[in-house]
């Protein structure tokens, strides 16, 4: 569960394709950048219908879309897949409009092949698998694409699934809407990233709520929130990456084994509460490309953990807080391998503000907690 935090070269190289980070004082450091992390087209959140094409979906008829252009999905069937394969040059745009589709054991939505896939979210819609997927390891998500996936609108989506609720093989984005999802094993999950700047949800998975994991680019795997409303229930994580992960901004609850997980974590705005049976925040060694840190910026994190051999902000490199407000209930409120600094905000722990980031490995029981800060 832990890992090191690479230079500051390494760093920025291996994530300049991707995006820039924006350098600063540490006050204002921010290694993820908002505007390059979304396209004009990803917040639209209303759709140009004109030329659009109305699919109207029927029992057992799978619906098979090749090429670029507008399409709008409606009406009510069983057992039947929406399929995208067009060129690699090809842009689809879906848009549900009152859509719904009950499955037992195949995907719902399925992108093979396209440049990049937008979902729209125009009426309330539902999308349900309910049985073991037929394809094990293949296509087991009620909406799975090998390609770049965008979901936004101004109506709902709710998924329910006997594995994954939304898979994405590369970037997935979402910019808007509202998002019930209830699934077996994790909820929203992507290789490459997952991107959220808006949009409500309510996630309940029987793993982890957001997960990004390459599995084999140790640079990617990161997830960047910049806004939303989130409320998670997971039995494992409640939100795990593998690289890196930056909150921005946003409301977020969890509850979870494990509230956040990632190799570096990056807390610039927002308002997070965390209550966690595990850890609430672990920066572990997920990735071989750069060594742990926990940072604080701004915003405000509350995190209540469980009873045990718990940490409310674990990291196995550094600890650093610079503003915004971290207050943490619990008997073991850090634990650290490398150093930590605290140079501005407020931390308060059981109550107490501290002066300075306290080391559970260090300190001496005392009456707070069973820990104190260090004389």
């Excluded at 927002?270 to 071989?288: H, P, T, V």
């Amino acid at each position: 569960m832990r890992r090191t935090f690479s230079q500051a070269g390494i760093f920025l190289v291996s994530f300049l394709l991707a995006f820039s980070p924006l350098a600063g004082s540490a006050s204002s450091i921010s290694y993820l950048n908002e505007s390059q992390m979304f396209t004009e087209r990803d917040w639209l959140q209303v759709v140009d219908l004109s030329g659009a094409e109305t699919i109207t979906v029927a029992d057992g008829t799978d619906v098979r879309i090749t090429s670029s252009g507008t399409y709008v999905l409606t009406g009510s069937a069983r057992e039947m897949t929406v399929c995208v394969e067009a060129g690699k040059e090809d842009k689809i745009q879906l848009v549900f409009d009152s859509l719904t589709i009950a499955n037992t054991d195949a995907a719902c939505i399925y992108v093979q092949s396209a440049d990049k896939v937008f979902i729209n979210l125009a009426g309330d819609s539902a999308l349900s698998v309910t049985g073991e997927f037929r394809k094990a390891g293949k296509a087991d998500a009620v909406i799975y694409s090998e390609q770049d996936l965008v979901l936004n609108g101004i109506a709902s989506l709710a998924v329910a699934s006997s594995k994954s609720g939304i898979f994405c093989k590369d970037d997935l984005k979402i910019t808007g809407g509202s998002y019930t999802i209830q699934a077996a094993e994790t909820c929203i999950e992507a290789n490459d990233s997952i991107r959220i700047s808006g949009g409500d949800f309510m996630l309940t998975a029987g793993t982890d709520g957001l997960h990004a994991d390459h599995g084999t680019d140790d640079t990617l795997g990161f997830i960047y929130i910049s806004g939303g409303t989130f409320i998670i229930e997971a039995e494992d994580d409640g939100i795990h990456a593998l690289s890196v992960l930056q909150n921005d901004g946003g409301t977020i609850h969890i509850r979870a084994w494990e509230g956040i997980e990632a190799t570096v974590i990056l807390i610039t705005g927002g308002a997070l509460e965390i209550s966690a049976s595990d850890d609430g925040i672990n920066a572990g060694r997920k990735s071989s490309a750069y060594t742990p840190s926990v940072t604080f910026t701004g915003g405000s994190v509350t995190i209540i953990m469980g009873q045990g051999d718990t940490d409310g902000v674990d990291s196995n490199g550094d600890i650093i807080m610079s503003g915004g407000t971290v207050k943490v209930i619990g008997s073991h409120p850090f634990d650290y391998d490398g150093t930590a600094r605290l140079s501005g905000g407020t931390l308060i722990v059981n109550g107490e503000q501290m002066s300075e980031i306290p080391d559970q490995l260090t300190n001496t029981p005392d009456g707070w907690g069973g820990w104190r800060q260090q004389p």
